[in-house]
């Protein structure tokens, strides 16, 4: 008889210390309020064990406390600290860097910028003298009039020094034709005539000369035609 009544009471019992341990033994307890909510079967909650309730902890107001209501839930985590980073196996990388093992993005190609034009030649320095060079000869083509006897013309050239060595004497030779009266090219004869030396370099000089052939060559009805000239110099 004994052993059932204290079967009977033991449930009883277990739950009168459970309620006394919600309102003292988990530590001092908020003034003017009692913990009230559900607690865990018997199953899941033995002595010695710290399980978490499931169910949110409501503080009610007790009889003779001011007006308050605070609702605090277990299941809402805290801040995490670097403790329970460490704990966790929670690693974090400083930022604009790559964590390890993480392949990199591919980097595109470097752009060649083409060279601006004429790199490639050297500018003189400052205050040095460019080297010099050969004196040399262009003609422009001849430009004719014509003179007081039909085997004779005034031929106008224009010498450009393209050097920057002056040319110090030379020759102009001109080629001369003979027309005839139907427009035939009977002949073409050669005359030279000096250069209008010197010609510096890098200038131009213009010469008119009168370019003649025997009067023989020319008849009456014939006339010249000078369209070539050529120069050679020192």
Same mark, same amino acid.
């Given at each position: 008889m004994l052993r059932r009544e204290r079967r009977a009471l033991t449930p009883l019992t277990l739950l009168v210390l459970a309620a006394a341990c919600l309102t003292g033994c988990g530590g001092p307890a908020r003034d003017g309020y009692a913990a009230a909510g559900a607690v865990a079967p018997g199953?899941?909650?033995?002595? &010695?064990? !710290? %399980?978490?309730?499931?169910?949110? %902890?409501?503080?009610?107001?007790?009889?003779g406390s001011p007006s308050s209501t605070t609702s605090?839930?277990? +299941?809402?985590?805290?801040?995490? $600290?670097p403790a329970d980073s460490a704990? +966790? $196996?929670?690693?974090?990388? *400083?930022?604009g860097t790559t964590p390890p093992g993480t392949a990199e993005p591919p980097q595109p190609p470097p752009v060649a910028t083409p060279p601006a034009p004429g790199a490639g030649t050297p500018a003189p320095k400052p205050g040095?003298?460019? #080297?010099?060079?050969?004196?040399?000869?262009?003609? +422009?083509?001849?430009?004719?009039? *014509?003179?007081?006897?039909?085997?004779?013309? !005034? %031929?106008? %050239?224009?010498? @450009? !020094?393209? &050097?920057?060595? #002056?040319?110090?004497?030379?020759?102009?030779?001109?080629?001369?034709h003979i027309i005839g009266a139907l427009g035939i090219d009977w002949a073409t004869i050669t005359t030279t005539q000096p250069l209008p030396a010197p010609i510096p370099g890098?200038? @131009?000089?213009?010469?008119?000369y009168t370019v003649c052939v025997e009067p023989w060559r020319v008849p009456l009805g014939m006339h010249i035609e000078t369209r070539t000239a050529t120069a050679t110099w020192t």
């Open positions: 199953p899941e909650r033995r002595a &010695g064990d !710290n %399980v978490a309730p499931r169910t949110p %902890v409501e503080f009610q107001q007790l009889a605090t839930s277990a +299941s809402t985590p805290g801040p995490q $600290g704990r +966790s $196996g929670a690693t974090t990388t *400083p930022p040095t003298t460019p #080297p010099a060079t050969p004196a040399k000869l262009t003609l +422009s083509p001849p430009t004719r009039t *014509p003179a007081a006897e039909r085997w004779c013309e !005034n %031929v106008t %050239v224009a010498f @450009t !020094n393209t &050097g920057t060595t #002056p040319t110090r004497s030379g020759t102009a030779s001109f080629a001369t890098g200038t @131009t000089k213009t010469q008119t």
